[in-house]
């Protein structure tokens, strides 16, 4: 239950007699005559319940009462004063149950209490009960475990259903728990009373929505498995067929027998059910009072409470009757007899002289074979059998239920009452008239035909039959059959809105079907859950059981029953029906709540006014008059059945004492009781909840009734599409789904407030489903006026007409009762306003809203919750009451205005809005004998040239989209024209008006209908004031560069403008950024290639409707460049790879682009040849100084023109074998050279000759002397880099590029300013355009925001807020000096991986990266003046202490470099090629030390020390292990100086200079922490003691490449440390290694 503290403000103070009253009168008596009980306590009722002579009242404050029998108590309590549940108190009870002897209670935390008689296991093992208990006299908690899962988990229940043996509780998540006797429980057992609740499986997966239970059946109300999709939202193909669930009963019972997808195998022997049922409650009778006025003998089932004053049951009068037939069924001991049931012809009073004829129609009547079968003596004494209890008068005829539990009293099949001679004797003279349709009293329908129907219902699956030992006809169990995929039955849409209950719902039955009450066609048990086909798709929303009858309530306000109607409770024909029928009721009368008891039926309905109204079927008595005219016929009528009802009526009976009961929330029935709740209106609030379910109810039913009569028939009318037209037929189509679906959420609507009625005391006003899900009925309400006026501005409507005349024909009639009473319909029915009618709901929902709010504080929150409903309905109503009236002003301006010239501008979603046809407005410098006819539509302004209107002529026309239309009034001037200036994306021109009233007129609409259509409200606006910028789509159709385009996006003035996509017929699309009407930004373009047939792509960036910028273009040959454009060719920096379609050879060039050809430095990578090529480019062709390397360790250096090497160059090959001298192509000398051997023997001549294949030598060869000295001049001749391109000179494309990006046209030629505000716009650029950013790199971004103060002077304060932003814009690839950086590495690797892996190219590598740090240094500085030059000091501030830093060789001084500043941005990420290049030179001088290393390091520590000459007294003598200390020994190893050790070889995983230094420093200071316990005072190292033992540490540290370790510090270290303690100590580390490489001694 919902909170039910929160109620209106005039309800805080508790005033019990305006809600929650109760009355309960009995059903049995005078409908003239009737007495209302009215209970009177002191909190509200919330819920009642009552079963057979009891009842259970739920208060407020979650108090249980009782009254009535309570037969397990040995009291009885009168209605007056109820007796309350004390156990209870403090349970938070929600919701009570009675059953036939038995009470349930179920708490807020879903846990269920039983109470009552216990016999057959109703009331579950309870904690304190056990399975010997007949009785629970106390509420008693019942655990409702699932066992299947692990572990076991308690079910929360959070509904409860009892019936006469058995209870139903319904989990949380809607699976259904049984527990009891008998097949009523649905479960696969043969074991009875199941005392522990059990899951029914055969309802496992199914939501289950409502249970309810009868005397020995049950009902579920599931939600149906169809699938779910709005869009094809239809009725039910029975009812596009006119046929209605009681229009033809023979055709659906036929159908429901032929199909037996709903029928599933029960898998269990009836033999052993019936075996299991007779188990535990043979045991003894059950024990019962007999209070005052009733006989001994007679049952509690006399119906009578103990506030009824007539209380003696008719029945047990007429019993002795049937003592006659009973005495030959059963043998003296009590023990069934095994002869056959014709033993009845033993009676000599037979009214039948032929036994074997009543043997007959007794077959018929039973439908099936009357063989023998088991039969019950009068030995079982259950107090509740049918000879005992006024429950035989529901029963009719010959009962066919096979299933007999052990306390039913008569014998035979006919479990539920004898036969009335009487009866029979009708019977035999209808069967020989012919069962031909016209009477019958037969339990099966009146249209099946005795043998064929018998044989039939023996033939459903999972029936079970049985006779003498066992029929041969029982089925075998087989595999369940899946549900019917055939049915044409849409489904509804689950998704208008959550928490609105389904209309797609099917009714299950099972248990005991003797009266028909399982609604299958027949009178069998079933065993398990079966679906009541008949019911599916008829939009059912309550079910309720009585005793031998049920019912079922739809969404449209119908009620179906089923089962027993001997008493009339069915509200139809007098006989049973064993398939659901249509109740007989009143027109305009629709039912919202039912209740079915135990031979009555109770319904409420929405009378003519707002308060509901009650309706009685079933048994009553005449009044006392009535009584004393009819006392003859009562005695004849005696000799009758002492089951039929003496008087009933065949429809509902108004109660006429409703209207005093005040406003009725819901009915209740039980034995032959019956209870309301009901309320005062207090405030009108009560009155506004009813009027607002009341009218929502009969707005459904009439949206069915719409559907149903008009919409379906005309929707499957086979020539509907020539009728309407093939535009028409769609918009029509279109109408009925929005018709659907607005059906569909009324439908759910007014379901959940008929629920919210029921409970309106607990509710909240806030849950209303109006205020819930308002947007899905703005949304709905909106599709549907949509739909409706496009096929009203149609014309659709006359078509229409005429197609509903044809279909419907003679049953035009039939529309009639659809009009409204507001509508005017004179003759034929109108169907436009018959279609508008539904809008005018709003503005209902918007006044009843209205009417609650006011029952509010204005403060409350209540109040601020309606009022605000409140006016959105009423403006949604407003709104499309307006739509309404554009759309006939449309059609009445295209019926005035027909023909083929106007035609053509008619369309479904158009309105017109005004037009010109008057002259009021025409064109600027317009002809004289020209005709400009003007139209504003809601969409588009059209302008026809040569107009007559009159005539609807006009020979050309233009039409220009409101979307991409700007109007802008022009200021009167001297001419006295009243202009008004309209701009288009192709064209701009001047309307000129005859009035100043005209011009503000054509003004004002135009400005609405562009504010309009732009998604305004189009009301109020301002002239002139409609949207300059904004987001529409246009189609270009002039010349130019957007030729045929299709353009969605921004658009500024006329102009395209912002983010938007451009696509081309051919197939040309751009998405991006525009401005001014051109591609400007970034965009991404896909161009076709018609020569390859496929396509060109570029990402990147634009300018003035060109390439232009940074980007990636993917050719269709398969080439990838990325890098710089201008004006659309390549321009500046970039790399092309090439690609596999066009070329048989794979290569990449990254460099400088000139008007998109290579033109200055670049590398081009031949991955096919093997092949570098690092040098000058001209024109697409190598030519300027240049070095090539290949894969084979060729190194040449030397001169190219026009794609050659010609000129003076210098060859070198992996020997060392070195060439000098003159080439005249690739790799071919021809020319004067000097030739240098590995082993120094030199040839100098004239050489020719291709390099790979030999030479031609005419020369001179020198062999030098052992003792001559080294020739300088030849030795220049073979110095690597003399024709090397300078460092400084390679790369400036790159760093052009990024003085571009900071706004530069040169390296330093710009203004700072203009350099931060690019950045900042590119970095919010980034954020803006780019959604998937990681955490980590939004917080980069949002860092780098912060810019530090560049213009002061840098000092010590602030150098390190310079140095954190650096790091943090190198990090970001977004910002200019980020992509700087992944550029040069990029170049970087580009050149020195792979091929370029070559020793020589060692010396060019270390100078490139000393050309990046200028270059680097330089921009660095354009950003923060402040900075000193390289090699200068910081100063301190002013007032701080000065700081030290381990870059600076002074106490307090910071000195500025370009190499300590950037070099650990940049070497981190070019360490890998560079350190390669650094161990390919030092390759043979490592082996020698790597050599030395492996040698010397098997010597002990001590051997190692003395070998070194390290003073004893540096030796270590104690060693530390894991904190202990151990003695160091001769044979000891690795265990001196451990920490020094460790700490040098750290010294391989740094990668800069400075930090490689700070990792030797470490060294000595741990070295010197270890030596100074072993020496005594102040201690100061020489060089003599220092290099031995720091030689020890090197060697023991085993460093692999120290010597490229070493070349890298050497050639990189910042100058300013050289001459330091730093330098002192690297010059250490070097004569170590040079020491260990070359020193004889070791």
């Known amino acids: 239950m919902e909170n039910r503290e929160e109620r209106p403000a005039y309800e805080q103070v508790p005033t019990p007699p305006e809600r929650g009253l109760l009355h309960i009168w009995q059903s049995a008596g005078p409908i003239e005559e009737l007495s209302l009980g009215r209970v009177l306590l002191s909190r509200p009722v919330l819920q009642v319940t009552l079963g057979e002579h009891h009842g259970l009242l739920l208060t407020q404050g979650s108090q249980v009462y009782s009254f009535g029998e309570l037969l397990w108590r040995d009291l009885s309590i009168p209605l007056s004063a109820p007796v309350l549940e004390e156990s209870l108190l403090g349970k938070s009870v929600v919701r009570v149950a009675a059953g036939g002897f038995h009470c349930g209670a179920l708490s807020e935390q879903g846990n269920v209490y039983m109470w009552g008689e216990n016999t057959a296991g109703q009331c579950g093992l309870t904690e304190k009960g056990t399975v010997t208990n007949i009785t629970v006299s106390e509420p008693c908690l019942v655990s409702v475990v699932d066992s299947e899962v692990v572990p076991p988990a308690v079910v929360r229940v959070m509904d409860l259903a009892c019936g006469r043996e058995h209870s139903l509780a319904l989990s949380s998540q809607n699976e259904l728990w049984a527990w009891g006797s008998g097949c009523q429980l649905g479960l696969v057992t043969n074991n009875f009373p199941v005392w522990r609740p059990q899951k029914v499986e055969h309802l496992a997966g199914r939501h289950v929505i409502q249970v309810a239970c009868g005397a020995y059946h049950s009902l579920a109300l599931v939600r149906s498995l169809l699938p779910q999709n709005n869009n094809t939202l239809r009725p039910p193909e029975k009812k596009e067929r006119g046929q209605s669930p009681h229009s033809s009963v023979t055709e659906r019972e036929e159908s429901l027998t032929a199909d037996d997808a709903h029928y599933c195998p029960l898998g269990v022997e009836l033999s052993e059910v019936l075996i299991g049922e007779t188990t535990p409650r043979r045991r003894g009778p059950r024990r019962r009072l007999h209070p005052v006025g009733r006989s001994a003998g007679s049952s509690p089932g006399s119906g009578s409470f103990p506030y009824s004053g007539d209380g003696k049951s008719s029945t047990a009068q007429k019993l002795p009757e049937l003592d006659g037939h009973a005495d030959h069924l059963t043998q003296t001991d009590g023990r069934p007899v095994s002869h056959p049931l014709p033993c009845w012809g033993a009676n000599k009073n037979s009214a039948f002289p032929d036994e074997m004829e009543l043997q007959n129609i007794l077959q018929k009547l039973s439908g099936h074979s009357l063989e023998t079968q088991p039969i019950n003596g009068p030995g079982d004494t259950d107090s509740l059998s049918s000879h005992t209890s006024d429950d035989s008068c529901v029963s009719s005829t010959p009962s066919t239920d096979l299933l007999i539990s052990s306390n039913s009293g008569v014998s035979g099949p006919y479990s539920s009452s004898p036969v009335c001679l009487e009866e029979v004797r009708l019977c035999l003279e209808a069967e020989k008239k012919g069962l031909q349709g016209q009477k019958s009293s037969s339990l099966t329908n009146i249209h099946q035909k005795g043998k064929t129907a018998g044989n039939r219902r023996c033939s459903l699956p999972g029936t079970p039959t049985h006779g003498r030992n066992g029929s041969p006809r029982r089925r075998r169990p087989c595999p369940c059959k899946p549900s019917s995929a055939s049915r044409t039955q849409a489904a509804a849409s689950e998704d208008a809105g959550d928490g609105l209950p389904s209309l797609e719902t099917e009714v299950w039955s099972w248990g005991r079907g003797s009266e028909g009450q399982l609604g299958h066609g027949d009178q069998l048990a079933r065993l398990q859950p079966l679906c009541i086909k008949s019911l599916t798709g008829e939009e059912v929303i309550k079910v309720s059981a009585g005793s031998h009858h049920s019912l079922a309530l739809s969404a449209q306000c119908t009620v179906y029953s089923w089962g027993s109607n001997m008493c009339g409770q069915l509200g139809h024909v007098n006989s049973p029906v064993t398939v659901p029928q249509q109740a007989k009721l009143s027109d305009g009368l629709r039912i919202w709540d039912v209740s079915a008891g135990q031979s009555h039926s109770l319904l409420l309905a929405d009378g003519d006014c707002v308060q509901p109204i009650l309706l009685y079927c079933g048994q009553h008595q005449e009044s006392l008059s009535a009584r004393r005219e009819t006392s003859h016929q009562s005695q004849r009528s005696c000799q009758r059945s002492p089951s039929r009802a003496e008087i009933y009526s065949v429809r509902p009976t108004l109660l006429p004492l409703c209207m005093e009961m005040g406003y009725i929330s819901s009915v209740s029935c039980g034995g032959q009781s019956c209870a309301v709740l009901a309320d005062q209106n207090v405030m009108g609030f009560i009155s506004a909840i009813h009027e607002l379910a009341s009218r929502e109810r009969h707005f459904y039913c009439w949206l069915s009734n719409t559907r149903k009569l008009l919409l379906t028939p005309l929707r499957n009318r086979e020539g509907a599409c020539p009728t309407l037209g093939e535009p028409c037929t769609h918009l029509f189509f279109s109408l009925c789904e929005s018709f659907v679906r607005l059906s569909i959420l009324i439908g759910r609507h007014a379901t959940s407030l008929s629920y919210f009625l029921h409970d309106v005391q607990g509710a909240d006003v806030k849950s209303l489903p109006l205020l819930t ?55 034929d029915t109108d169907l ?60 009445l301006f295209w019926k005035s205005h027909s023909g083929k010239n106007t035609e053509v501008l008619r369309l479904p979603q158009r309105r017109v809005v005004c037009e010109s046809s008057n002259r009021s407005l025409t064109l600027q410098k317009a002809g004289r004998f020209s005709n400009h006819w003007f139209i504003l539509f809601n969409d588009a302004l059209v302008h026809t040239q040569n107009a007559i209107p009159s005539q609807n002529f006009f020979s050309t026309h233009h039409v220009y989209p409101l979307t991409c239309l700007w109007v802008k009034p022009v200021t009167e001037d001297t001419r006295g024209l009243y202009a008004i200036k309209i701009t288009c994306p192709e064209e701009s021109f001047t309307l000129v008006a005859s009035t100043p009233q005209e011009k503000n007129k054509w003004l004002r609409s135009l400005n609405q209908a562009v504010d309009q259509v732009l998604g305004g409200g189009g009301q109020g606006s301002s002239p002139g004031v409609t949207a300059i910028s904004r987001t529409a789509t246009y189609t270009f159709t002039g010349e130019g560069s957007f030729k045929d385009a299709h353009y969605t996006g921004g658009w500024l003035a006329g102009r395209v403008h912002g983010r938007g996509t451009m696509k081309w017929p051919d197939g040309q699309t751009y998405t991006g950024n525009f401005k001014n009407g051109l591609e400007d930004g970034y965009g991404e373009s896909v161009m076709p290639n018609k020569v390859l047939n496929k396509p060109d792509g570029y990402q990147g960036q634009w300018r003035d409707g060109k390439i232009q910028g940074f980007g990636k273009y993917k050719y269709a040959s398969g080439q990838v460049y990325e890098g710089c454009f201008y004006e659309g060719q390549r321009q500046g920096y970039g790399m092309l790879s090439s690609g596999k379609q066009a070329r048989t050879s794979s290569s990449v060039f990254i460099g400088q682009w000139v008007q998109d050809r290579k033109t200055g430095y670049g590398v081009y990578d031949d991955i096919t040849r093997g092949e570098k090529y690092m040098g000058m480019w001209l024109d697409d062709q190598r030519n300027g100084q240049a070095v090539v390397v290949t894969q084979y360790g060729m190194y040449y250096e030397g001169t190219f023109k026009e794609n050659k090497m010609i000129g003076p160059g210098l060859l070198v090959s992996d020997d060392d074998t070195a060439f000098h001298g003159e080439f005249a192509d690739d790799w071919t000398v021809n020319g004067k050279g000097v030739l240098s051997l590995a082993n120094g023997d030199c040839l100098e001549g004239l050489f020719s000759g291709e390099w790979s294949t030999g030479l031609k030598v005419v020369g001179t060869y020198t062999k030098p002397a052992a003792d001559e000295p080294d020739n300088k001049e030849r030795n220049s001749l073979f110095r690597l880099g003399q024709y090397l391109v300078p460092s400084a000179q390679r790369w400036g494309c790159v760093f052009t590029e990024c003085w571009s990006r900071l706004g530069c046209a040169a390296a330093g030629r710009g203004e700072r300013t203009i350099a931060w505000e690019n950045i900042a716009v590119t970095i919010t650029t980034a954020q ?15 860092s780098l925001e912060f810019i530090p103060q560049q213009g002061e002077a840098v000092t010590t304060a602030n150098f390190d807020n310079i140095r954190r932003y650096l790091i943090k814009a190198c990090e970001t690839p977004i910002h200019p000096l980020g992509w700087l950086v992944e550029t040069l590495i990029t170049v970087y690797r580009m050149t020195y991986v ?15 990266v000393q050309a990046y740090l200028t270059h680097f240094f330089s921009l660095v500085r354009f950003l923060f003046p402040g900075l000193p030059d390289d090699g200068c000091i910081i100063p301190d501030p002013p007032a701080s202490p000065s700081k030290s830093r381990h870059n600076s060789n002074t106490e307090g001084v910071v000195v500025v470099s370009c190499s300590s500043l950037l070099l650990p941005l940049l070497l981190p990420r070019l360490y890998p090629p560079l350190f390669t290049l650094y161990s390919l030179q030092e390759e043979p001088e490592e082996a020698q030390y790597w050599e030395r290393i492996i040698r010397l390091n098997k010597q002990p520590d001590q051997s190692l020390l003395s070998f070194l000459g390290v003073q004893e007294k540096f030796w270590p003598v104690w060693m530390s292990i894991l904190g202990e200390k151990k003695q160091i020994v001769s044979s000891s190893k690795d265990a001196c100086f451990v920490s020094a050790v460790e700490t040098l070889q750290q010294i391989s995983t740094t990668f800069t200079p400075s930090d490689k230094l700070l990792v030797i420093q470490k060294t000595f200071e741990e070295l010197t922490q270890e030596v100074k316990p072993m020496l005594e005072g102040n201690f100061l190292w020489c060089m003599d003691d220092l290099l031995p033992l720091f030689l020890y540490v090197v060697l023991r540290a085993r460093i692999r490449n120290l010597g490229a370790e070493v070349s890298l510090i050497e050639d990189l270290m910042d100058p300013n440390v050289q001459h330091g303690e730093m330098g002192l100590m690297f010059t250490t580390l070097k004569a170590c290694y040079i020491q260990i490489q070359h020193e004889s001694t070791l």
Not at 814 to 826: E, G, I, K, T, Y
Not at 1401 to 1407: G, P, T
Request: hydrophobic content about 35%.
């Open 832 to 891: 436009v306003s018959l279609l508008y009618w539904p809008l005018q709901q709003l503005h209902q929902y918007s006044r009843v809203l209205l009417k609650l709010g006011s029952c509010y504080d204005v403060l409350t929150e209540e109040y601020q919750c309606l009022h605000q409903g409140c006016r959105h309905y009423e403006s949604l109503s407003l709104s499309l009451l307006r739509r309404k009236k554009e759309a006939e002003t449309t059609f």
């Open 773 to 827: 899900h308002t947007d899905d009925f703005l949304v709905i309400y909106k599709e549907y006026c949509f739909a409706l006026g496009n096929f009203h501005v149609m014309g659709g409507f006359q078509s229409l007409h005429k197609l509903s005349l044809e279909v419907l024909g003679s049953q035009q009639s039939l529309l009639a009762r659809l009009c409204v009473p507001d509508q005017s319909v004179s003759g």
């Open 1394 to 1408: 792979g091929v370029g892996s070559n020793r020589r190219l060692l010396r060019q590598a270390v100078q490139e």
């Open 1328 to 1342: 803006r355009h780019s959604p998937n950013l990681s955490r980590s790199q939004s917080k980069a971004l949002e």
